[in-house]
């Protein structure tokens, strides 16, 4: 693979002047202009899968015609076309009907108003039997004001022409051109798009999936890395900026290097960027497994579905399940971990690509007792579980995102689901680091028991995260597009958290509105979701997904059940 040069200053300035000279025309753009766009940039993305899945294969060290190269098809250039194609759908739903469309709304336990936001259509609700989405909104806000103030952007401007720099991902591609198209497309702004030196490879690739926007102005992409993302917040023609990484980098931002002088800026409140910036950062993220009337067959399916929210993408994922909560004393405890343990160590070790993952393994497992791993040849790393931590401790597993192949396990509360729920709530709360995600894994009969159904809502209330999924990986929130992704609201940039601001949101709701993301899923279903270790069918289903949304190629459906129902 051909490293490529950082772009120099010269560059990095013209480009900066040719996106502000675009902005103001692309503020006023009709919404046809911007629908056509989106269709052009899904149709480059479309072109340019396979490239996409070659390229990433390759720098991560995945078999292209491999089960694992499934991860690439579809966190990748299937979440990028879905995200694009919803987008072009509600511009061209806001031009026929004035506004974006919402499912049902309704209204929470605690009385605040829902609405659901997936599935948006009947091909999704055939693809993702039993999964729905909504949206619980903050309190105060009531249909008038979210109906009034959805696509806002579109029916009041609220600028007259402004350039967001986005620094990429580079640990999943789908990252740098989504965030492009939630700036572009949700908020009328041109964008400047910082590859991330670790997947470099992907800039040529949008440079050419892109070509429409390029070439009208309206987007740049560049190579750099720390040194050229600095200097371009810090061009007075860059009037904001969004970043999705780690918080050290949001902090470097923000405030400046470690120091002194960083500690002095933070105390008084005087952040050295002096612009608006927007971020989705990453967290330690849990996933609390209730007591009740549990079976054999839905162990083994959520026993499966954790191990694949640690497997997927080597768990380089921001998303990915980090510390395992179990209610202490759980007659199922060491069935569950056995299960966990299998379905992991069935899953072919990944090399370690992502820069810095392979030290900080070492430093999160060296010299712990209760370390359980399964065999890595040569550069890969174990999927391993750290079993028994104490949760009054103050444990570098709680407060630090692994980003690497490591589960952690730990139990708090008792047997009682009720008295569970609210614990291992508190302790998500109050011990783990981030705000960006959590799942729970709840067996069928708390599902449908109206004495602890209430202490389950309760549990998705009290929990401060952007998303909550029930029995399925957050990570569907992400490729779902209509679901709003981002960490909890109201973070100061002095403790940020998972970021601020919610990316992908198609449907356009307000982000100020949003409270948190809500996904439901069956403690059990007939079709295995692809992010599982034991999914045989992934590339192919993907490239039946891409046709299906980039064309609507129905002749691809009976594909894409197939591969569905064999995976």
């Avoid at 290097?257 to 105390?267: K, V």
């Avoid at 959520?302 to 080597?314: F, H, I, R, Y």
């Amino acid at each position: 693979m051909t490293a490529l040069a950082p772009a120099d200053r010269r560059h990095l300035d013209e480009a900066v002047a040719r996106l502000r000279e675009a902005a103001p025309a692309w503020a006023r753009a009709p919404v046809q202009e911007r629908i056509g766009l989106a269709r052009s940039m899904l149709h480059g993305i479309e072109r340019n899968a396979e490239r996409m899945v070659r390229e990433a294969c390759l720098a991560k060290g995945l078999p292209f015609d491999a089960p694992a190269a499934g991860d690439e098809w579809l966190a990748a250039p299937y979440a990028t076309v879905r995200i694009l194609r919803q987008l072009a759908r509600s511009l061209a739903m806001l031009a026929r009907n004035g506004n974006t469309p919402v499912g049902p709304t309704g209204e929470a336990p605690d009385g605040r108003l829902t609405a659901r936001v997936f599935p948006p259509n009947l091909l999704d609700a055939a693809l993702f039997l039993g999964v729905r989405g909504e949206v619980h909104f903050r309190e105060g806000v009531g249909e008038e004001r979210l109906h009034a103030r959805r696509a806002a952007f579109h029916r009041a401007p609220d600028h007259e022409g402004k350039l967001c720099l986005v620094l990429g991902a580079g640990n999943v591609n789908s990252i740098p051109p989504t965030d492009v198209a939630t700036k572009l497309f949700n908020e009328g702004k041109v964008c400047l798009l910082k590859m991330n030196p670790v997947n470099a490879y992907l800039g040529p690739i949008l440079e050419d999936a892109f070509a429409e926007a390029i070439a009208r102005g309206v987007l740049a992409v560049v190579q750099g890395g720390a040194e050229e993302g600095e200097y371009l917040t810090r061009l007075p023609g860059v009037d904001e900026v969004h970043v999705t990484g780690s918080n050290a980098t949001h902090d470097r931002i923000v405030w400046g290097p470690p120091g002194p002088e960083r500690a002095e800026r933070m105390a008084r409140g005087t952040p050295l960027l002096d612009k608006e910036i927007t971020s989705e950062l990453g967290d330690v993220a849990p996933v609390i497994v209730a007591p009740g009337p549990w079976d054999e067959r839905s162990l083994d399916f959520q026993a499966e579905s954790v191990a694949g929210m640690v497997t997927q993408n080597a768990s380089f994922n921001c998303v990915a399940a980090q510390t395992l909560i179990l209610p202490r004393g759980w007659r199922h405890r060491e069935a569950f971990l056995a299960r966990l343990e299998r379905f992991m160590a069935a899953t072919p070790a990944r090399r370690a690509w992502y820069p810095g993952s392979a030290e900080r393994y070492r430093q999160l497992t060296e010299g712990r007792p209760g370390v359980r791993r399964a065999a890595a040849p040569g550069d890969t790393l174990p999927w391993t579980l750290v079993t028994g931590l104490d949760p009054g401790a103050d444990d570098a597993l709680f407060r630090t995102e692994a980003f690497c192949s490591l589960l952690a396990e730990t139990s708090v509360g008792s047997e009682d689901p009720e008295e569970f729920l609210d614990a291992a709530v508190s302790f998500a709360n109050g011990r783990l680091h981030g705000t960006l995600s959590a799942n729970l894994v709840v067996p069928a009969g708390v599902l449908g028991d109206p004495a602890l159904r209430p202490a389950l809502d309760r549990a998705i209330r009290r929990l401060r995260y952007g998303t909550v999924a029930v029995n399925c990986w957050a990570a569907y929130a992400f490729a779902f597009g209509t679901v709003p992704w981002g960490g909890a609201p109201g973070q100061p940039l002095g403790d940020v958290r998972s970021g601020r601001g919610f990316v992908h949101n198609t449907l356009m709701l307000a982000p100020d509105d949003v409270e948190k993301s809500v996904l439901w899923h069956p403690a059990t279903h007939p079709v295995k979701p692809p992010y599982f270790p034991s999914h045989r069918t992934g590339p192919a289903l993907g490239r039946g997904l891409i046709a299906l949304e980039a064309r609507r190629r129905w002749s691809a459906l009976p594909g894409v059940l197939w591969h569905g129902l064999r995976g």
